[in-house]
């Protein structure tokens, strides 16, 4: 399978824990996207990389959120002190450079947090 | 700021064609892209179009543009039990993010 994939699929946390997302983008792609979205509500940015340079933060990424993209291939999203708030799912995609850089999501990890 | 609007839910019956609608803010967009969400899934990137096209046909699918009017539509052609999902219109902005809509639910009945 040469598709984004993304671990956990599933992860349930007390309030207040550390949670680490994965994220494998596709082999050759150099953008790589996190995207958060909540029931009845299309995803909503993140940030993103351009190979190991992340290039934007959404306010929505407040400072317990941290994301890294060490030598440009996969990424992590760390999520620290969790809040219930902070249940929803995460979403992760990758593109190729270019103009037109369709993205290509993975399959989410759905985060609650109880 | 930008922002993407669609109707939240269309019901259609099998074999009939569905045509899900979507209008846009920021006219500098250039691509515009259709995604679909089944249950517990990711998004599948379903088709996309250039701000300078006004038409695109892939298979069952056709895509219209109305730049004038920051109007996107998607139609599905033939529409199957299958075609059951949530449909997500999203607009690319200058910095290579996508904003999304909240998703069209279609219901295909048999």
């Known amino acids: 399978d040469t598709g984004v994939s993304q671990n956990p699929r599933h992860k349930i946390t007390k309030r207040g824990q550390n949670v680490t997302f994965r994220c494998d983008p596709i082999s050759e792609h150099n953008r790589l996207y996190w995207y958060r979205q909540t029931l009845g509500q299309g995803p909503e940015f993140l940030t993103y990389f351009q190979n190991e340079a992340q290039l934007e933060k959404s306010r929505l990424l407040s400072d317990r959120f941290s994301a890294e993209r060490p030598k440009g291939s996969f990424s992590t999203l760390e999520i620290q002190r969790t809040e219930q708030g902070d249940s929803a799912m995460y979403l992760c995609a990758s593109s190729p450079g270019g103009e037109r850089a369709e993205q290509y999501f993975g399959p989410g990890t759905r985060l609650t947090v109880t | 700021g930008e922002d993407v609007e669609q109707s939240l839910f269309l019901s259609v019956r099998e074999g009939d064609s569905s045509v899900i609608n979507c209008t846009y803010t920021d006219s500098s967009s250039t691509y515009l892209y259709w995604y679909k969400q089944e249950p517990g899934a990711g998004l599948q990137l379903l088709t996309y179009?250039?701000?300078?096209?006004d038409m695109k046909q892939d298979q069952r699918l056709t895509v219209l543009l109305n730049k004038k009017d920051k109007h996107l539509s998607l139609r599905i052609a033939d529409t199957q039990t299958g075609d059951s999902a949530i449909y997500f219109c999203a607009e690319k902005d200058s910095s290579y993010k996508l904003i999304f809509g909240s998703g069209t639910r279609l219901l295909v009945r048999p």
């Open positions: 179009i250039f701000s300078n096209m």
